[in-house]
């Protein structure tokens, strides 16, 4: 009977401590998320303020959305390239994220796709080349380019 008990014991041990595992995984997953979130909001902050100091991208910007990229002078277009590469490399890194869980839905929603929304159509005139990038990757980008412009 004493050995019941013991085995007993140790078998509710164990539960509990596979419990306490679970848990502690658990909390540093919600850690994770977190600080990707942060990453990904600083990252994307600096960015945006690396492009508004600019002399050169906020002028090239209003004059593709006036005149489209067409307009554009060879030195606007390797410009606006290699934004676009810095972009596509960051939306495809945050694309990532959101399919490993470190993203939140809304974030992904919000950014990813109002992003691509907003710049993926001038990626094709451009001639920006998604094949260098995960297949998961290009297969959203057209996703969110078939649904169309957002309103």
Same mark, same amino acid.
């Given at each position: 009977m004493?050995?019941?008990?013991?085995?007993?014991l140790s078998n509710v041990a164990v539960i509990v401590g596979?419990?306490?595992? %679970?848990?502690? =995984?658990?909390?540093?997953?919600? =850690? %994770?998320?977190? *600080? %990707?979130q942060q990453e990904w909001? %600083?990252?994307?902050n600096d960015a945006q303020l690396t492009?508004?100091?600019s002399d050169y991208i906020p002028a090239i910007l209003v004059k593709v959305r006036e005149n489209g990229v067409k307009s554009l002078s060879d030195e606007e277009r390797v410009r606006m390239n290699a934004l676009t590469s810095?972009?596509?490399? &960051? =939306?495809?890194?945050?694309? =990532? *994220?959101? *399919?490993e869980g470190f993203l939140s839905r809304e974030t992904y929603k919000a950014t990813f796709e109002g992003v691509?929304? &907003?710049?993926?159509?001038q990626w094709k005139v451009l001639g920006a080349n998604?094949?260098? &990038? &995960?297949?998961?990757?290009?297969e959203a980008v057209e996703s969110v380019l078939d649904e169309g412009p957002t309103n």
């Open positions: 004493n050995r019941d008990w013991l085995q007993l596979l419990g306490i595992v %679970a848990y502690e =995984l658990n909390q540093s997953q919600r =850690l %994770a998320i977190v *600080q %990707a909001t %600083a990252m994307f492009m508004v100091e810095a972009l596509v490399a &960051r =939306l495809d890194m945050m694309h =990532l *994220q959101y *399919q691509v929304k &907003r710049f993926g159509p998604l094949e260098y &990038r &995960r297949a998961s990757f290009r």
